[in-house]
Each structure stands twice: as C-alpha cells, then as structure tokens.
C-alpha cells in the first residue's frame, strides 16, 4: 500500500542534500500503520478496515481499541477496556478550580487545550515515558477524561456547574448526561442522538498525518509527556485550515442565509482578492469524495428525518455543493466537500453549539492522537523532528551601535 517514497534521509547524509517542502506536501515524517487513505481512490482504513465498515458496525469506543492496539477486541478485551476506561472518566477534584480560573467566556477549546495541557500536573504517576505501562495509563487516562473536560469547559462558559461523570452510563451518552441540562427529553437517552454522535466520533478518530497529528508527533518526538502532546494537537486542530473548519462552515452557511445567495457565495470564493474562501471545502489529501463526507452527508438527511428538524441551512449546503461540483474552478482543484461540510448541521440538530463543534472534533480525535503517540513510543527510527529551512536572511555583518544607525 501507498506510493514510492524517497529516502531522503540516506541522500542528506550521503551528499547534504535536503528538501524545500512547505507545507510538507511531499514529505512523509514517519512509517506508521495506524490508518491508510488513498486520496485519488477516497479510500480510508483504519488498521486495514474501510471507514464505510467501521461506520456501519463499530462503535467510537471499540474503534479507539482497535486504533490503539491494532487489531479488533473480542468481547472479553472490549469489556476490560471499557471498564478502565470508566475507571477513569472522573477529573481531579483540583482541575475545577483551575476551570473556574478562566474568564466567563472563554472559547471551549481554549479551556479545553489548557486543562488537558495540567493534566500533567496532576497525575505523575503516567509521566515515566520509558514505561509502557504508564504510556498506557496516560493513552486511557486522555480517552477517558476528554469528554469531561470537554463537557466541563462548556458548561463553564455558560455559567452552569460542572456535571460529574455518570459511569453506569456508557461513554458517548456519559458525554451527552454531562453536557446538557436535563431537558424534558433528555439527550442521553434518545438513541438517535447518541449513535449519531458515536458515528461523527468514529469519523472523526483519525486520519494519519494531519496538522494536529503531526503536532502531537513532533512535540512528542522530544520526549515530551502525552498530555503536552495531546494539548498541542488540540492547539493545531483549533485552527480553521483544519478542525476548525466545522465551526467556520456553519457561519458560513448562516452568513449565505439562503439557497438565492449561493452563486454568489461561490464567485466570491472564486477571488482569490476576497479573502473568502469556501469552508468544508477541499483536503490536501483528497482530490476525491472525502469518503467520511459521503457518509455524513447521507446521515444528515438521516438524522434530521429522524429528529423532526426542518433546517434550512441543509438546503443552502446542499445548493452550496451543487453549484461547487459543475464549477470549473472547484472541478479543476478537485476541491470536494470535506468531513467537516456536513458535520456543523447534525452537531446543530443534535443541539451542540457551535464553540463545541471543534470540541467534539478534539474528543474524538484524541484516540488518534493517543495511538500515534504510543506508536511512536516504539518506533526505532524514532528521532527527534527537527526541520530544515532555507535561509532568506541578511548575509554576515557587523554590529553597529545604536547612535550610528
Ligand atoms: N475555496 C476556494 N478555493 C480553494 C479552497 C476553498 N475551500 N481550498 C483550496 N482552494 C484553492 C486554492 O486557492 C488553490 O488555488 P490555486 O491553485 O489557484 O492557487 C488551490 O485550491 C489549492 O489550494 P491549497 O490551499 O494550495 O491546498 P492545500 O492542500 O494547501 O489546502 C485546505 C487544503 C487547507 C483544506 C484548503 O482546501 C482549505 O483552506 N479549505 C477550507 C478549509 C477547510 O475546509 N478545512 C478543513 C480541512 S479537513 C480537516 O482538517 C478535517
């Protein structure tokens, strides 16, 4: 699997070569065997299994088994990993009150890049990266304490207290009890709900060396604990280029308004001088269906069929996509809807808001993350990242003091 690569590593030291490549866009950093996309094909494989399978029968939490250990769990294995899992979804009791340090309306994934970050500070006992059994403590530690810090940092911005873990519950209607008041109907205990979000989780857990995949990597590739790496990926993934984006699409989608104002909407991003481009559009990997977005787009119309949401922003997207696929600018980019075009509208209906969009992104994303990390933990050709540059600069000269310039 996977095209020729080029061992350029063995060229610099035979002949001091290196290569200029921005943006990475030729450069592979690492052998993994985590996950597999062919972005001509649209194919995406998770330890060998197609995304469209594990969509179909999987759950989040036995996909982060498998993206963590390699290989599916018998139902022995998925039992014991579950358990430790909620062993460990409780926060230390201190992390409330660096929460309550936070100004009232801070972003989500501010407070959720912090806290993750002093989660360092508060379990020494995962810290020793020589020992695999505490690269695992700290892998089930994150898995298991993201949704509560995730749901915690929410509930902190708009002025509610911060629910405890409810753990007879199991982990994505644990994450939905301590999201949300109890409403009359509670969110956890409607099924359509929870498999949707369990589905948007399982497309959402990784996706090789992505941005914020890579960054975990590198600060991890200095030794550094997985709770700073995981803080830093979650720094990278904020960003709208890539997670993001979910976020972005939605007020995009909000600021088009209506179906009428999409050609417009698509000229605009045709400008390159207007700044504007169109969100959820586009991967540096896919110049194809990104196939998780084939799967969300059918699951939006699913999901709000099913949840009785009559939404017109899904007619603006769906406008949206069609007047982007016959446009020759978009057809000869082969810029196609991403993960993230369709994802923001069945986060709405499922009634997350949208500073959580990226959150939820985060959550999932963190089994990735954790996996990549461990894997690095072992890998023999593991070395410190460190890139190059091409140096623009001013050639040698000399100081000159401040009252002769
Ligand atoms: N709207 C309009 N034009 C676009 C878009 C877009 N969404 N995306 C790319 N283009 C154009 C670029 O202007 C460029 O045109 P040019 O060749 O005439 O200069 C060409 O398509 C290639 O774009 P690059 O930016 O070079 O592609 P790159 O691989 O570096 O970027 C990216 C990929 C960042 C995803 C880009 O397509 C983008 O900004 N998309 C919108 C944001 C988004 O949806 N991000 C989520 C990505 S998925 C994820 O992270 C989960």
């Not at 065997?33 to 999987?58: F, H």
């Not at 409607?190 to 941005?211: G, S, T």
């Not at 991890?220 to 997670?243: K, Q």
């Amino acid at each position: 699997l996977g095209a020729p690569a080029v061992d350029i590593g063995k060229l610099h030291k035979d002949t001091g070569y290196f290569t200029f490549d921005p943006g990475f866009v030729s450069t592979a950093s690492c052998r993994s065997a985590i996950t597999y996309i062919d972005g001509d094909a649209g194919v995406l494989l998770y330890r060998g299994y197609p995304i469209e399978q594990l969509a179909a029968k999987s759950s989040f939490l036995e996909v982060a088994y498998l993206l963590i250990n390699g290989e599916l769990p018998t139902a022995k294995e998925f039992e014991s990993f579950t358990d430790e899992v909620t062993h460990h979804t409780m926060m230390h009791e201190a992390l409330k009150s660096f929460l309550n340090g936070f100004r009232h309306d801070a972003h989500p994934m501010a407070m959720l890049c912090g806290s993750v970050a002093s989660l360092s500070a508060f379990y020494h006992d995962s810290l020793d990266m020589a020992d695999p059994a505490q690269r695992r403590l700290a892998a089930i530690r994150l898995i298991a304490k993201v949704p509560t810090l995730a749901s915690a940092a929410y509930r902190y911005s708009i002025g509610w207290p911060i629910r405890y873990p409810r753990n007879n519950l199991e982990y994505v209607t644990r994450f939905l009890h301590m999201m949300f008041e109890v409403p009359s109907e509670p969110l956890e205990l409607n099924p359509v709900v929870a498999k949707a979000l369990d589905l948007l989780f399982i497309l959402h857990a990784d996706h090789e060396q992505n941005a914020s995949t890579s960054t975990v990597r590198l600060v991890g590739s200095t030794g550094a604990n997985p709770y700073a790496c995981v803080a830093a990926g979650i720094a990278a993934l904020w960003g709208p280029a890539h997670g993001g984006a979910n976020e972005a699409v939605l007020e995009m989608l909000q600021e088009i308004g209506t179906a009428n104002n999409v050609e417009s909407a698509v000229a605009r991003a045709k400008d390159k001088n207007s700044g504007f481009r169109l969100m959820g559009f586009g991967h540096r990997v896919y110049k194809n269906f990104d196939p998780r977005a084939k799967i969300i787009r059918e699951m939006t119309h699913k999901v709000l069929g099913e949840l009785g949401v009559d939404d017109p922003l899904l007619e603006v997207a769906l406008k949206l996509e069609e007047a982007a696929l016959k446009d020759d600018y978009f057809v000869q980019r082969k810029l196609y809807p991403n993960v993230d075009f369709y994802s923001g509208i069945i986060y709405k209906a499922l009634k997350i808001p949208t500073e959580m969009f990226t959150v939820m992104f985060a959550l999932a994303r963190t089994a990735g993350w954790v996996a990549h990390w461990l894997e690095q933990q072992v890998d023999p050709d593991q070395k410190i990242g460190r890139p190059r540059q091409v140096y623009t600069g001013a050639t040698e000269r000399d100081y000159v003091a401040m009252d002769k310039r």
